[in-house]
């Protein structure tokens, strides 16, 4: 089949390697039909994420048609399936507390050392990733192997179209999440980093569980101006003050909640993000955390501060001191996806949740090396790629 | 309250625990609650920082999401290990009402070598104890625990295993591929006896089943067979 392999920093290619097959009795073998890439995808791209190796297959944001099941599968062959980017077995503590990402048997027992001295404990399996998450081959592939498919995958109504559900793998249940550890409470006003593709759907799930006010940070024109659309006013931290500009809009008081949905690659000339892409070019390890001190100083005390951005290592001059003077509360983590599937594609039946706006380019999957490209260095008009396996290569009439 | 199997031994039961060679904190929690009033921590003797003389010492705990019985049942049934201990080829039981076991370890080159054991110590549904035979080649002994764990959580698995090596090339192989990481070794082992239990496969990242590593990593016993052959 053809894939998008990871070669090195900045180096992907489509490649022909051997099919998936199914290993264990509760796989399925899913056909792609769409997929897309990630934030996350970038921090792979350039080479933050320990652990990736060249020939790895990327992508964890995807969807197709069920092809083979294990004798344990509960899945039939033609359904159309969503598959959460997590990898979760349903059985152990943690899949039965519904911290699905926290899943304690997904990532396989020699993979799970490195992470386990890394951070404590293991972390759960996650496709086309590091190997810290498993090291499964990923979606942006023509089939995925997929384990304990009788859990994760998520069987989609006919009448809904690729564009409308792939994101429920994984961006759309991201920025819910995001939201929800904001707990926010019907006179709130919310601060959200980031306009890509969490920021903004976490700018959507923060309005309709009633914040009064959403405030989006970005540089991006184009990004802001999805933001305002989506009904938010916004701050371009090249133009202002970000934290004086939070705390006049507020009145003084300062943002209830603060949502960092920009993770370990912060933009910007700040003095200590420039010492962070320093000792990130080095290889040291640090997190660019920039966003995420930002927002801490911004959050007004007693308020709370919720993580979807990814971080993978340590970072320098955090400001502990605010966070615990001002008595923050903290939340974070890979999203449990599946813990929103089911509402969410409830929403998404209704109407009362469009996820396609997103969308700016669709790419065959040929084309997914200059998909990463743009999607990295153009970020203010590529927003979102979506790659089709099937689409025919001249059919890339959005790369004009 | 839980009653002694009839399989336990009257002769050895003046054991304490079972274990003779080793210092006994290295098994822990016994002597730990009763040294509860002169120690000033709770910790499992096996993560004492430091040694056990000539005995190399290995133990972890692990919460298994199922009941205390079928995990018993399971491990006592000690054909099963080889299913989720990678060092194992198999165990053939000599005799079970004795609890004598053979054990087939796997040693690099395709060779394996066998280590006589015998049940030592048996509380049902709670603890099984074993010991390397006299007439055994290498010097073993260990013990897997069962306790309900709070509420929901199933049964805390404990298992340790302690080993002297002695001389003769089988000593030093088994020296050599435990001494790999021995630590390493024993959670591996249980954490593949969870998997096993609470999903009923060992997981696996491999994407077909030519992949390197994708034999030795999936779980069924016909995997395992195939690469012997
Ligand atoms: N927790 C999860 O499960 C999960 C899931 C998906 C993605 N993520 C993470 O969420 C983050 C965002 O993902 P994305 O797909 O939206 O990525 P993206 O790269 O498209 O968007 C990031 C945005 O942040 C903006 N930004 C950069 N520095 C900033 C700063 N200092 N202040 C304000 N904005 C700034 C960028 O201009 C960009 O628009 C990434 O870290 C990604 O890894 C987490
Ligand atoms: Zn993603
Ligand atoms: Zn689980």
């Known amino acids: 089949m053809r894939a998008l392999t990871w070669q090195g920093t900045q180096d992907v290619q489509v490649d022909t390697v051997a099919d998936p097959e199914i290993i264990n009795p509760r796989d399925a073998i899913i056909k792609v039909t769409s997929t897309a890439i990630c934030g996350s995808d970038l921090h792979l791209y350039d080479g933050v994420i320990p652990m990736v190796k060249p020939g790895d297959i990327l992508g964890h944001e995807f969807m197709g048609e069920v092809v083979e099941t294990g004798a344990s599968s509960t899945l039939q062959k033609g359904q159309r399936v969503v598959v959460p980017f997590t990898i979760s077995c349903g059985g152990c503590f943690h899949c039965k507390i519904s911290q699905f990402s926290a899943c304690e048997n997904s990532n396989p027992v020699e993979k799970q050392d490195a992470s386990e001295m890394l951070y404590g404990h293991p972390m759960g399996g996650i496709f086309g990733y590091s190997h810290l998450t498993g090291g499964y081959s990923g979606g942006q592939a023509e089939y995925v192997r997929v384990p304990f498919s009788d859990v994760g995958p998520l069987a989609v109504p006919d009448h809904l179209d690729d564009d409308q559900v792939l994101f429920l793998s994984d961006i759309l249940p991201t920025g819910w999440m995001a939201a929800e550890n904001a707990e926010i409470q019907p006179d709130d006003t919310v601060a959200v980093w980031g306009c890509g593709p969490v920021g903004l759907f976490a700018v959507q799930s923060a309005l309709a569980m009633g914040a009064a006010r959403v405030i989006a940070i970005d540089h991006y024109p184009h990004r802001l101006a999805l933001a305002r659309m989506l009904g938010a006013e916004t701050v371009d931290f090249r133009h202002s003050n970000v934290r004086e500009a939070l705390l006049e809009m507020s009145g003084g008081i300062g943002v209830d909640a603060v949502i960092d949905a920009v993770g370990m690659e912060a933009h910007g000339f700040a003095i200590d993000n420039m010492i962070d892409v320093a000792k990130q070019k080095v290889g040291v390890g640090a997190d660019r955390a920039s966003a995420l001190k930002q927002a801490i100083l911004a959050v007004r005390p007693g308020g709370r501060v919720s993580i979807p951005g990814v971080y993978g290592g340590m970072t320098d001059k955090f400001p502990l001191g605010a966070l615990m003077e001002k008595g923050l509360q903290i939340r974070t983590g890979q999203t449990h996806v599946q813990r929103y599937l089911h509402d969410l594609l409830a929403k998404i039946e209704e109407g009362a949740i469009d996820t396609t706006f997103l969308i700016s380019h669709r790419l065959p999957l040929e084309e997914a090396a200059y998909g990463y490209k743009s999607f990295k260095e153009e970020q203010n008009n590529w927003i979102k790629v979506v790659l089709k396996p099937g689409m025919d290569a001249s059919g890339a009439a959005s790369r004009a | ?229």
């Not at chain 2, 060092?87 to 060779?111: H, M, Q, Y």
């Open chain 2, 1 to 229: 309250m839980h009653r002694q199997s009839r399989r336990s031994w009257p002769k050895l039961a003046a054991l304490g625990i079972g274990l003779v060679a080793i210092p006994a904190v290295a098994f822990g929690v016994a002597s730990s609650r009763r040294r509860a009033d002169i120690r000033s921590d709770n910790a499992p003797g096996f993560t004492a920082r430091r040694s056990f003389g000539s005995f190399d010492v290995v133990g972890r705990s692990v919460t298994i999401r199922k009941p205390r019985d079928e995990l018993f049942r399971f491990w006592r049934d000690f054909s099963n290990l080889p299913e989720f201990m990678e060092n194992l080829d198999k165990v053939v039981p000599d005799d079970t009402e004795s609890g004598r076991n053979t054990w087939f370890i796997r040693a690099p080159a395709g060779k394996t070598f066998a280590v006589e054991t015998r049940v030592v110590r048996e509380i049902d549904n709670e603890l099984i104890a074993w010991r390397s035979t006299p007439e055994s080649e290498i010097e073993t002994e260990g013990r897997v625990t069962f306790e309900d764990a709070p509420g929901e959580r199933g049964t805390r698995v404990g298992l340790i295993i302690a080993y002297k090596p002695v001389g003769g090339v089988a000593g030093k192989m088994l020296a050599k591929l435990l001494r790999r990481s021995p630590e390493l070794q024993a959670r591996h082992d249980l954490k593949r006896f969870k998997m096993l239990l609470e999903t009923g496969e060992i997981s696996t990242s491999a994407r077909c089943r030519t992949d390197h590593g994708a034999t030795q990593q999936a779980s069924s016993h016909t995997d395992r067979n195939e690469e012997q052959a």
